[in-house]
């Protein structure tokens, strides 16, 4: 069982607003990402972490930010949601390793912007 | 492109009856993972199988992997309905594992009781 947890798991907003989306771990993972994934799609690469202040793109441009003040704590913030920003984000950790990662997922949070 | 790509896109049995889903991928890769998702869930790992590995079990899992073909199959043997649920191929991104992983569109596995 991962210990890994986004709140909130389903958010209706208008247009305009601001939103953040917290994950948090209590694995110790140096690792963690965010990942994008509308219905019955695949999941994208939006933003990555290395560890505490360090923050990547991912593969997906992505108009959304995230911060890592510390090591278990990995918020992605959308300055001005829009109804193209509408999908289902996945926050996941993993151990740092050059053998293989196993990424633990969270349950995942639906943004529905309206 | 995707680097890992998983057919059938769709695939249907009945309790008791095997499935068998196939990941393909483009770039050199030093190991694959397959994981399973239920409707409006996360992801959970299952398996990762690494390039020395041609075959690795987990229960009822299987998995195989053909480095020379740049393909792998998952195979669950004697479905449950309790299998239903996506499962995704995922692979390194840029071929290394440095963490980052790049998902294929996944197969949707319904098992009917």
């Known amino acids: 069982e991962a210990d890994i947890y986004q709140t909130p798991r389903y958010l209706v907003i208008g247009t305009g607003k601001k939103i953040t989306l917290e994950c948090s771990q209590t694995?110790?993972?140096?690792?963690m990402y965010w990942y994008q994934q509308d219905p019955g799609m695949e999941l994208h690469l939006i933003h990555y972490?290395?560890?505490?202040?360090?923050?990547e793109k991912g593969d997906l441009s992505s108009e959304s930010t995230v911060s890592r003040i510390r090591t278990e704590h990995f918020p992605l913030t959308l300055e001005s949601a829009r109804p193209s920003h509408t999908s289902q984000y996945l926050c996941?950790?993993?151990?740092?390793?050059?053998?293989?990662?196993?990424?633990?997922f969270g349950e995942g949070s639906w943004l529905t912007v309206v | 492109s995707q680097q890992g790509e998983e057919d059938p896109q769709a695939l249907s049995i009945q309790e008791g009856e095997n499935a068998t889903m196939n990941c393909s991928y483009k770039?050199?890769?030093?190991?694959l993972q397959w994981y399973r998702q239920n409707s409006g869930r996360g992801l959970v790992h299952l398996i990762l199988?690494?390039?020395?590995?041609r075959e690795k079990h987990s229960g009822r899992l299987r998995v195989t992997l053909d480095t020379s073909k740049k393909s792998s199959s998952l195979l669950i043997t004697a479905s449950r309905a309790a299998d239903t649920a996506s499962y995704f191929c995922?692979?390194?991104?840029?071929?290394?594992?440095?963490?980052?992983?790049?998902f294929g569109q996944g197969t949707i596995l319904t098992v009917h009781p």
């Open positions: 770039t050199s890769i030093n190991n």
């Open positions: 972490s290395y560890g505490v202040n360090s923050t």
């Open positions: 995922a692979t390194p991104a840029g071929g290394t594992s440095y963490g980052k992983l790049t």
């Open positions: 996941a950790s993993s151990e740092f390793g050059f053998s293989g990662n196993t990424i633990y």
């Open positions: 199988i690494r390039s020395n590995e």
């Open positions: 694995m110790g993972h140096d690792k």
